[in-house]
């Protein structure tokens, strides 16, 4: 069979030329000291191209819970395929996609869990956070017609605040994403903690902090801490149930508002920001950060956690992942800790830190503080 001629596009630099050249690469693949290197870089542009594959290899996985079906003992394709209505054929190619992706593992008497895929199941919330990508999916469906602004996206509808006012959340919406939130906060909150220490907080704000799921975290870790949780009415109503049971009820002051109508509550030493200036466009981020600035004292703090776009050094998680989930959500935007210094810069705080992060693809933490 012929091979079909590569295309005729114009590639500058000696190294760029010779790895697009069918020549050179046949060469290389052939030649002991580059092998290796062809063949892995060979692997790595078919992951990308089959990316998307893997993904929906993984969403099917979750939404039948085969994770769990296969957790305590290994299951035939015969028994999957019966207990989800699909036919055998057709799960054991699901099942041994599972195991290529590293999450199920192949046994004598069927298919079991890998190691991976036991941790996968052991991150909060994860799961959820990989069922509620359908939204994210068909948002990407035509990737170019989103950069250009022409999709009416579902992730914009998941988080209805992005656009609409406070008072006009869609029933039910802020409870469906404020559990996702609550569900996946665990690492956040574990990663923030990390960087930040609040020994000397006397009472800290944590504004659009959902149902408080970080606010529980943070009063485990510090027990005689006082707590201020301030969200949109709608996410507020939904703390009791959470705050309650952690024991923290009582010590948890809980304040609904709008950041973009209201005033913000003063009385706090320290505020934190966690998942919530990459929501927003920047002219909201500069007069948040203006607000927060009013309502601490002198030395009062200001923690600010969330992934962080890897500036100079673009990285999946968040320079693919987080920014185009981001761009589905219409106003949302990652910016790297570089840049949100500057916004803190720009409000007057001081002290601005920036810690290497623990894992970028849970959080990064920026830190600052109002001079005295
Ligand atoms: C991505 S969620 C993060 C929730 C929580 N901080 C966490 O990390 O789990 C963003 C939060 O900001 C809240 N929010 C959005 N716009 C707001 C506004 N104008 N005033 C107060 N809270 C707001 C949302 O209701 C939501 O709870």
């Not at 542009?45 to 296969?70: M, P």
């Not at 902090?209 to 949780?229: C, E, I, K, Q, W």
């Not at 959470?242 to 809980?254: D, I, K, M, N, S």
Request: hydrophobic letters at 40%; a positive charge; charged letters at 25%.
């Amino acid at each position: 069979m012929n091979e079909v001629a590569p295309r005729r596009v114009k590639v500058s630099g000696l190294r760029n030329r010779l790895a697009a050249s069918r020549r050179f690469q046949r060469w290389a693949s052939k030649f002991p000291l580059t092998r290796r290197k062809t063949r892995t870089e060979g692997e790595q542009i078919f992951d990308i191209v089959s990316g998307f594959v893997y993904s929906q290899v993984l969403l099917a996985l979750v939404e039948l819970d085969i994770l769990a079906d296969v957790a305590a003992r290994p299951m035939t394709p015969e028994a999957l395929g019966d207990k989800h209505d699909i036919d055998p054929k057709r799960m054991k190619i699901l099942l041994h996609a599972g195991v290529s992706v590293g999450l199920l593992k192949l046994k004598k008497k069927g298919y079991g869990l890998s190691q991976r895929g036991a941790a996968l199941l052991g991150v909060p919330g994860l799961e959820a956070l990989i069922r509620h990508h359908s939204y994210f999916y068909r948002d990407l469906q035509d990737p170019v017609a989103l950069l250009r602004g022409k999709v009416e996206t579902e992730l914009s509808e998941f988080w209805p605040y992005v656009f609409e006012g406070p008072d006009a959340l869609p029933e039910g919406t802020a409870e469906t994403y404020t559990n996702l939130m609550a569900d996946s906060q665990a690492l956040i909150a574990e990663d923030t903690l990390r960087f930040v220490s609040l020994k000397n907080v006397k009472r800290l704000m944590d504004i659009g902090g959902g149902s408080g799921a970080f606010l529980a975290a943070v009063g485990r870790a510090y027990p005689s801490l006082n707590m201020v949780l301030f969200d949109l009415p709608a996410v507020t109503a939904h703390a009791r149930d959470h705050l309650e049971p952690a024991g923290l009820w009582g010590r948890t002051e809980v304040i609904p508002g709008s950041f973009r109508q209201n005033d913000l509550p003063e009385g706090a030493d320290a505020i934190s920001l966690v998942r919530v200036l990459y929501d927003h466009e920047d002219s909201t981020v500069q007069s948040l950060l203006a607000d927060v600035y009013a309502v601490l004292p002198p030395g009062g703090r200001l923690i600010i956690s969330e992934p962080m776009s890897g500036g100079d050094t673009p990285l999946r998680s968040t320079d693919a992942y987080f920014a185009l989930y981001c761009m589905a959500m219409q106003t949302g935007q990652v910016r790297s800790s570089d840049r949100i210094a500057e916004f803190c810069e720009k409000a007057g705080f001081v002290n601005i830190r920036k810690p290497k992060p623990f894992r970028p693809y849970v959080t990064r933490v920026v830190t600052a503080v109002k001079p005295i």
